[in-house]
């Protein structure tokens, strides 16, 4: 065993994918910490025991806050006094670290990693890949991570431990805290996630309009994949007509200054808004 690695919120949705697969690893000493009946319940059923926090805690070389965002900043308060010396903090979304509410220690480094996902193009996938939708099961997907506070070699420990937990990995891209945020909640979230619902929207509208539903599913699914393909890989251009469609539909549904969504000060709101400040 070579590293204890407590994760707070082991029966959660992140904390049951990422200690599901660090169990794997013989170097790893894996401690679960639980606060929830269900959770404590479904960490059982897994044939795992539950350890107090304050007892993980002090015992981990890493503590992983697979904890929901809005209680990161109160959790960590409580527990960081706790760390060990030249412990490391992971946390699994940039949120609380981008809006300080991170308690932070001098002798402790705090990363912050996140999975990318399986891409949209990834190729020649078996069937367990093409299941694997969000990864960490079967599918490679990239993760992103970014050193928050602290020592460099610390970093590189966790980095480790992310591509470990997010297995399998392709790539982990190392970037900064406010990187990841611009991607995540903004890019990925604010924008792809609102495009999604706005897809699902289209064919909704679709079948209300009297096209079977069957239709509608195959020809939206279909679009989506060359439309993606077309802006993403130029595959082959749009025809002239469906440009002017595009960009009436530009036009038509998104306000001229939409990327402002970008600036400081709405990833600052949506943030807020999401930690529920
Ligand atoms: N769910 C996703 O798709 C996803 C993807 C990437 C990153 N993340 C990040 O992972 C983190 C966890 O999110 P989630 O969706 O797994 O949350 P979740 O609500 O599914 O799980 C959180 C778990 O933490 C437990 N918990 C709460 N307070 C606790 C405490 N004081 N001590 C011990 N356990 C406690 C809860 O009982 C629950 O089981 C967040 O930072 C989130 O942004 C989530």
Avoid at 183 to 199: D, K, Q, R, W, Y
Wanted: with cysteine; net charge negative.
């Amino acid at each position: 065993m070579g590293l204890t690695i407590s994760v707070i919120g082991a029966g959660g949705k992140m904390g049951t994918r990422v200690t599901n697969n660090l169990v794997k690893h013989e170097k790893y000493n894996v401690l679960f910490s639980e606060k929830s009946e269900q959770g404590i319940k479904s960490i059982e059923e897994r044939g795992y025991q539950v350890t107090a926090t304050e007892d993980a805690v002090k015992r981990a070389d890493v503590v992983i806050m697979a904890v929901p965002d809005t209680l990161i900043g109160k959790i960590s308060e409580q527990i960081v006094p706790q760390l060990s010396n030249g412990a490391i903090l992971l946390t699994l979304d940039p949120a609380a670290a981008y809006a300080n509410q991170l308690a932070l220690r001098e002798d402790c480094t705090f990363v912050v990693a996140h999975p990318c996902h399986p891409s949209v193009f990834a190729e020649n996938l078996t069937p367990e890949e093409h299941e694997d939708v969000f990864g960490g099961v079967a599918a490679t997907q990239d993760i992103v991570a970014a050193l928050h506070a602290g020592e460099e070699d610390k970093y590189s420990v966790a980095e480790q431990v992310a591509i470990d937990m997010y297995a399998p990995v392709g790539e982990c891209h190392k970037i900064t805290v406010e990187q990841m945020a611009i991607l995540e909640p903004t890019a990925a979230e604010v924008v792809t996630g609102s495009a999604a619902v706005i897809l699902r929207e289209a064919y909704d509208e679709a079948v209300k309009k009297g096209v079977p539903e069957s239709a509608a599913r195959a020809f939206i699914l279909g679009h989506i994949q060359i439309c993606l393909s077309v802006v993403f890989k130029s595959s082959n251009p749009f025809s002239d007509a469906c440009q002017i469609a595009i960009d009436y539909g530009l036009e038509e549904i998104y306000q001229p200054d939409w990327k402002k969504v970008f600036d400081q000060k709405s990833l600052d709101e949506v943030i807020d808004r999401m930690l529920e400040k």
